[in-house]
């Protein structure tokens, strides 16, 4: 005949749930990726102890130069505060009286659209691909 087996349902049913999960989180990864490799070049922002830039880009902010931008200051200045033997590249930004927040505004303004918009793009091709295996 042409049955199928009953454990068949269950794993298939699985898999289908794994793969939505992964729908949902793929284009927003692809979106912060985005981000990240867009900012990525200001001085000294990948090289700060203890802090990832997965730490300060996240699906919470990945969208909005305003979240990223309150992120930095939360998480990356308070590390300039900190007495070190060799000075950290992105502080010599905030102390030597240089306006951190003048000169990468721009930059991750750009960077928040882009993330924007490869998570779109991201969502429309998942999308597409979703719709043939439906």
Do not use: H
């Not at 909005?64 to 300039?80: G, R, Y």
């Amino acid at each position: 005949g042409g049955g199928v087996a009953p454990g068949w349902g269950l794993v298939s049913g699985l898999w289908y749930a794994t793969w939505l999960q992964y729908v949902a989180k793929s284009p927003i990864q692809k979106g912060i990726e985005t981000v990240i490799s867009q900012i990525d070049y200001f001085p000294g922002i990948t090289k700060l102890p203890g802090i990832p830039l997965t730490q300060i880009i996240t699906s919470e902010n990945y969208f909005s130069d305003t979240l990223i931008m309150k992120a930095i200051q939360t998480k990356a200045v308070p590390l300039c505060s900190v007495e070190r033997k060799t000075d950290l590249v992105f502080c010599s930004f905030t102390k030597n009286g240089s306006d951190l927040i003048s000169k990468i505004s721009s930059p991750v303004k750009y960077a928040a659209q882009s993330g924007k918009d490869a998570a779109v793009a991201e969502g429309t091709k998942l999308a597409t691909n979703t719709s043939i295996l439906t």
